[in-house]
């Protein structure tokens, strides 16, 4: 791999640290205020939304400027999202609730994110061959993952009784910074990891890939993002990669929150050793996520579909096992099959969004396909949990539907395959002039 592939996983590392980091801070600030339980994946749901409504105008963004510059200026952003959460005490002066605030303050760190997520991807295919794709993407989604865990873990330990008393412990002479909570003393820390995430970005090289001058008209690029979006959908190996990508990250947000509801309701596990389950569900996508860059080429990567379907069968399991070594393993072979699974599909969509559009345009067209997918699928349920559905119930639907439209997805695969042989466009490069 070439030198600025480190940089850019590092950036990414600790960019996505903080925001995991910070979304624990925030459940934490959520129930120091007692606020309703519908209201905790919420938080995702603010975080998310700017990459569905922004996601016409972001990949134009990111295709104006060096990646690099994109997301420095984008990271920058989610510190402000970050500063801006310490302040909920203040929000009465607004005319707003401390709850929103919170809310509001993790949107704005979202909307930070959806105007990175096309540079930090639309980079690789900038910067490495396709035959490199997978290899990378197991990388950098490794790497995320590991971040996930870290980031959990962190959030986690920075709100625990022991780590937090240290903090508050802290006393600057002469200066009243206002922190009285354990969730309020992890913010200071959250931001210096956005900090040194933006140090890396000022040294992301350029790779010297311009596209034509894009336009400023938000019309045209509406119009142009409908263009990215049909033909992405229309492709046969696209339509495939994107809907398993879109059912994947609408899943895997939604599992996180499961998790967190079913560590208290079944294990009775307070949040900070919640956040550690979670964690675990990282270890295994990030394992996962390795044995598919070690052994999946991108030729092959649609022989990893029927792992979806084993992915939702084996979620049902959670309802069975209480037995925290057990527990802890079923977590991590959950999140080994979505690595393993995931990494290929979204190595295959980054490569034919590269041949079909252009870099920032495609991965803003995954983005938006994804996010709405998480906007649907963490709507649905805070619904059942303002149902008060029990969570064993919640987890048996969700396993179900995932395993489900994963077995759709294979079918309509098989279908294209017999039409059109679709599996002969994979590696195919994107055509001079």
């Known amino acids: 791999m070439k030198r600025g592939f480190y940089t850019i996983m590092a950036a990414q590392f600790f960019s996505s640290l903080a925001d995991n980091a910070l979304l624990i801070a925030s459940i934490g600030l959520l129930i120091e205020m007692q606020g309703p339980a519908w209201m905790t994946p919420l938080l995702k749901f603010f975080f998310t939304v700017s990459y569905v409504v922004l996601a016409p105008f972001v990949g134009a963004f990111a295709d104006s400027l060096p990646k690099g510059k994109v997301m420095f200026i984008t990271n920058t952003i989610k510190i402000a999202g970050c500063v801006m959460m310490f302040f909920y005490t203040s929000a009465g002066m607004l005319g707003l609730q401390p709850?929103?605030?919170?809310?509001?303050?993790?949107?704005?760190?979202?909307?930070?994110?959806?105007?990175?997520?096309?540079?930090?991807?639309?980079?690789?295919?900038?910067?490495?061959?396709?035959?490199?794709?997978?290899?990378?993407?197991?990388?950098?989604?490794?790497?995320?993952?590991?971040?996930?865990?870290?980031?959990?873990?962190?959030?986690?330990?920075?709100?625990?009784?022991?780590?937090?008393?240290?903090?508050?412990?802290?006393?600057?002479?002469?200066?009243?910074?206002?922190?009285?909570?354990?969730?309020?003393?992890?913010?200071?820390?959250?931001?210096?990891?956005?900090?040194?995430?933006?140090?890396?970005?000022?040294?992301?090289?350029?790779?010297?890939?311009?596209?034509?001058?894009?336009?400023?008209?938000?019309?045209?690029?509406?119009?142009?993002?409908?263009?990215?979006?049909?033909?992405?959908?229309?492709?046969?190996?696209?339509?495939?990669?994107?809907?398993?990508?879109?059912?994947?990250?609408?899943?895997?947000?939604?599992?996180?929150?499961?998790?967190?509801?079913?560590?208290?309701?079944?294990?009775?596990?307070?949040?900070?050793?919640?956040?550690?389950?979670?964690?675990?569900?990282?270890?295994?996508?990030?394992?996962?996520?390795?044995?598919?860059?070690?052994?999946?080429?991108?030729?092959?990567?649609?022989?990893?579909?029927?792992?979806?379907?084993?992915?939702?069968?084996v979620v049902m399991a959670m309802i069975a096992v209480s037995w925290l070594p057990l527990v802890y393993a079923l977590l991590i072979f959950i999140g080994a099959l979505a690595g393993f699974f995931v990494v290929p599909m979204n190595a295959l969509l980054q490569h034919r969004g590269h041949v079909l559009l252009s870099a920032g345009h495609s991965i803003a067209v995954q983005n938006f396909n994804e996010n709405t997918s998480i906007l649907i699928m963490l709507a649905l349920y805070s619904f059942m949990v303002g149902k008060d559905l029990h969570i064993n119930l919640i987890i048996v639907l969700f396993g179900l539907f995932l395993s489900g439209a994963t077995y759709m997805v294979i079918r309509l695969h098989h279908r294209n395959q017999r039409k059109a042989d679709s599996l002969h466009l994979i590696g195919m490069e994107k055509p001079h002039g």
């Open 99 to 313: 709850d929103t605030w919170v809310l509001m303050s993790y949107g704005l760190v979202g909307l930070g994110a959806a105007a990175y997520s096309p540079a930090k991807y639309g980079i690789l295919t900038e910067l490495l061959p396709a035959r490199q794709l997978v290899l990378a993407n197991g990388w950098i989604e490794g790497l995320t993952v590991a971040s996930i865990i870290l980031g959990t873990v962190l959030g986690g330990a920075l709100i625990s009784p022991k780590v937090s008393s240290l903090l508050l412990a802290i006393d600057i002479p002469r200066f009243d910074a206002g922190i009285d909570t354990p969730a309020e003393a992890a913010l200071p820390i959250i931001a210096l990891s956005y900090i040194i995430a933006a140090s890396f970005n000022l040294f992301i090289p350029d790779t010297g890939v311009r596209y034509e001058k894009q336009s400023r008209n938000p019309m045209h690029q509406v119009s142009e993002f409908a263009h990215c979006f049909i033909t992405l959908w229309k492709d046969k190996l696209g339509q495939i990669s994107l809907a398993i990508t879109t059912l994947f990250w609408g899943a895997g947000a939604t599992l996180q929150f499961i998790v967190l509801a079913w560590a208290d309701k079944h294990l009775g596990l307070a949040l900070d050793k919640a956040a550690v389950l979670q964690g675990m569900t990282a270890v295994g996508v990030a394992m996962g996520a390795v044995i598919a860059a070690r052994f999946v080429p991108l030729k092959k990567s649609l022989r990893v579909l029927p792992a979806g379907v084993a992915m939702g069968l």
